[in-house]
């Protein structure tokens, strides 16, 4: 990744499709254009029309190049859903070169085999990320280009995702005149945004909460420890509104973004607000405690559907915090919410070292197109021609040789 060379970022979300085109300096992001699209044709991270995304597609990459004054041609796109799926695998191999140090191929070649497991036809790895390497018996490596050794071993964490679901995403991208540089598993994007390596290290569980689903990444040691998508999330918190208070859909999005909050225990019995029944022409009141109780309600159902989850991760790893983000942690009280369930501090995830506008960088709903934009894929796979020189080094070092 060059210097402050623009890239983008594109989360195709069930409620909207967010677009990101920014730079990056050192570890700091420029977002120079954003934008937000509703989209009605994602359903819970996979295409239900096609024609309705490429169109949200198109418009959201015009209003962020118009404010970015720059045309981009790649994006990062983001995936996500209940069809992705995680899994953990190790390899092992003997290092011959007869000086015995590590080089970028020996890491490729033992990752390679690491991939090498059987998974479903209809599936495909989206990513191979490495969580420690074992150099001869000693853990913990982190990077194991130059050392010396008779044996390589890697431990991974394979993704895996519906191979139709990304091909549909893909050429909906491609025929809204945008190529895809990199699929990435839009979570992933979310924590390297969010995250610290502290509390990565001290173990984190950062819940995304967006429309349809809400996804928990598990972090801890420093390393991912587990991925789950519940088909749940903010959307249906606007439906329960909608149908218990008998209010058009839109009506109820608006009561729950303004006078929503978490917490129904801790509001005032007094306070009230008016809204506009479904027949458009009866006003009615009710207490705003009451609006929270039927969001906690909903809450209550989603922390419910990952609760299991979260309880066997933290039964073998370590896990001091929560991360909540998405838009759907935009509701006042959702950290203390999961701090109160869980027992563990808690924050809401916002991007971390980003500059632009405050609307984009102070909100949890822009997370992961920035962290796609910033996602490097190189992160998981060494490349030849980037970090140290390793056995077999580059083009550079093989013709300076002759001169
Ligand atoms: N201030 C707010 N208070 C409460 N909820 C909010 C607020 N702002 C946005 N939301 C909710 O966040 C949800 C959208 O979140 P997000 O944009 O992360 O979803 P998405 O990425 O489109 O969906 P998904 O990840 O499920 O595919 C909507 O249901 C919206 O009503
Ligand atoms: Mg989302």
Redesign the pocket.
């Known amino acids: 990744m060059i210097n402050g060379t623009i890239q983008a970022g594109l ?1 195709i ?4 499709i ?1 677009c990101i085109i920014g730079s990056i300096t050192g570890n700091t992001i420029k977002i120079e254009g954003h934008a937000s699209v509703d989209c009605k044709g ?1 359903r ?2 996979s295409v239900v029309n096609i024609a309705q995304t490429v169109e949200s597609i198109k418009e959201v990459i015009e209003r962020s190049e118009e404010l970015a004054k720059h045309n981009i041609k790649y994006v990062n796109l983001g995936i ?1 859903g209940s069809h992705i799926e995680s899994k953990d695998n190790e390899a092992a191999i003997a290092i011959f070169s007869p000086d015995k140090e590590i080089g970028v191929s020996d890491i490729r070649q033992v990752i390679e085999s690491a991939r090498a497991i059987q998974i479903p036809m209809d599936k495909q790895i989206i990513h191979s990320i490495p969580k420690e390497y074992i150099v001869d018996n000693q853990r913990g490596v982190v990077d194991p280009r130059g050392m010396v050794a008779n044996h390589l071993k890697v431990e991974v964490y394979l993704i895996t995702a519906l191979a139709s679901a990304i091909t549909n995403l893909k050429r909906c991208v491609e025929k809204a005149g945008i190529e895809v540089n990199n699929c990435i598993l839009t979570s992933l994007g979310t924590a390297g945004i969010t995250l610290t390596e502290e509390e990565k290290k001290i173990g984190c569980f950062l819940i ?6 809400t996804e928990i990444t598990c972090y801890s040691q420093g390393a991912i420890r587990g991925f789950k998508a519940v088909k749940n ?3 249906y ?2 439906n329960d509104l909608a149908y218990i208070l008998k209010t058009s859909f839109e009506e109820a ?1 608006k009561i ?2 303004d006078y ?1 909050f978490a917490m129904d225990k801790y509001l005032p019995k007094e306070g009230k607000i008016s809204y506009m029944k479904l027949d458009g022409r009866t006003k009615v009141e009710i207490p705003v405690r009451e609006i929270s109780k039927i969001i906690v309600d909903r809450l209550d159902d989603i922390y419910e559907e990952m609760e299991g989850f979260i309880m066997m991760l933290r039964e073998k790893f370590l896990v001091a915090s929560c991360v909540i983000t ?3 942690a ?2 006042p009280g959702i950290a203390e919410y999961f701090e109160e369930k869980t027992g563990l501090i808690s924050r809401i995830g916002l991007p971390r070292n980003c500059t632009g506008e405050d609307a984009i960088i102070n909100s949890p ?1 822009y997370t ?1 197109a920035i962290g796609l934009l910033k996602y490097d894929i190189n992160q998981e796979m060494p490349s030849y021609t980037r970090g140290t020189k390793g056995r077999r080094g580059g083009l550079l070092d093989w013709l300076k040789k002759f001169f």
């Open positions: 989360e979300g069930s409620t909207t967010k994602i819970e991270g996500h995304d909460i967006g429309g349809t689903l999330g903010s959307y918190i606007t999005r729950k973004e929503g998405g838009g759907g935009a509701l709903a992961g």
